[in-house]
């Protein structure tokens, strides 16, 4: 069976705290390991969590700020370490390539892993594969930086009632679903009429950032979304002035947006209440409020 949940690594802003680390989140989808975020001790938490070097297949930096790329030296070197066979795609704002640069020759090391840089240039597609397309969105912060989405392909879902009326069993279902229509015993079968249309499952990741056009893009119908919230309403002018998003604000876009699943995390070490994020968050959003810890896991809700 597939495997698509969030593994929280950290959850604190630019300070981490005894019980937060920096950031970093891990995203397993299916046979994809989505690293976003990589903060400083991002290496030892995917120990804490039992994971390895050789589950990631992409790296995903939103900005080059400390908390959300420190972690870059240990893990790539890591990588290397571990001898990982399979290429690993590195996506990051192209205006940091320099830091990008700097980050993965940090120290002396024998580079064995095949890590493929992609800078992302611009707002679009940037990676595509069996789990769907990855795509970049312009979001406002102080430095440049980029939110992330996947977006899996819709499908179809087989009806076995309707299988079963049709004469439809064993292998000619793959048959039907390989060709849209079969013939059994003298009758045409399509598929439209033993199946049912499938939206693809949608993941939306927004790090530092202002409310922006670029928010809302991302969050759109998103299954399962992870949104910073570094400060509470009542510091929403910091929140302003520093680039970042309330609890509040995070949940108003999130439920404008329709996302079934927001997690809460970012959050500014002037804070030591985690509940009064989510008291905050529920006023606005309806959906599943996740007020994120670290090393918690937390599944992308099942498809409806």
Do not use: K
């Not at 893009?217 to 299954?223: E, S």
Request: charge should be negative; aromatic fraction near 8%; include cysteine.
């Amino acid at each position: 069976m597939s495997t698509r949940e969030l593994v929280v690594l950290g959850t604190a802003s630019q300070v981490p705290t005894r019980a937060r680390n920096h950031n970093g989140y891990l995203l397993r989808w299916d046979g994809e390991g989505f690293l976003f975020d990589p903060g400083d001790g991002t290496q030892r938490q995917l120990a804490h969590a039992g994971l390895a070097a050789s589950d990631l297949t992409r790296l995903c930096l939103t900005h080059f700020h400390g908390d959300h790329c420190l972690g870059v030296p240990g893990v790539v070197q890591r990588m290397s370490l571990d001898r990982v066979r399979h290429p690993v795609y590195a996506h990051y704002p192209a205006s940091g390539r320099e830091f990008f640069a700097r980050l993965r020759y940090a120290s002396v090391y024998h580079e064995a892993a095949d890590l493929r840089e992609e800078p992302v240039e611009a707002d679009g597609v940037i990676g595509t594969g069996a789990f769907g397309t990855l795509s970049a969105r312009r979001l406002d912060h102080g430095v440049e930086s980029f939110g992330y989405r996947i977006e899996e392909p819709d499908g179809r879902r087989m009806l076995p009632d309707r299988l079963a009326a049709a004469g439809v069993h064993g292998p000619q279902v793959g048959r039907l679903q390989a060709d849209g229509r079969i013939e059994v015993g003298g009758r045409a079968v399509a598929l439209d009429e033993v199946s049912e249309h499938r939206r693809g499952q949608r993941f939306a990741f927004v790090m530092d950032t202002r409310l922006c056009e670029g928010v809302g893009a991302l969050l759109d119908g998103a299954d399962l979304a992870v949104v910073e919230s570094t400060f509470l309403d009542a510091d929403a002018d910091l929140a302003a002035a520093y680039g970042h998003l309330t609890a509040g604000q995070a949940a108003r876009a999130a439920a404008e947006c329709g996302v079934r699943t927001l997690v809460l995390t970012h959050f500014s070490q002037r804070y030591d209440d985690p509940a009064a994020f989510r008291a905050e968050a529920a006023r606005h959003f309806g959906g599943t409020v996740v007020v994120a810890a670290d090393l918690d896991r937390i599944p992308v809700p099942g498809r409806r």
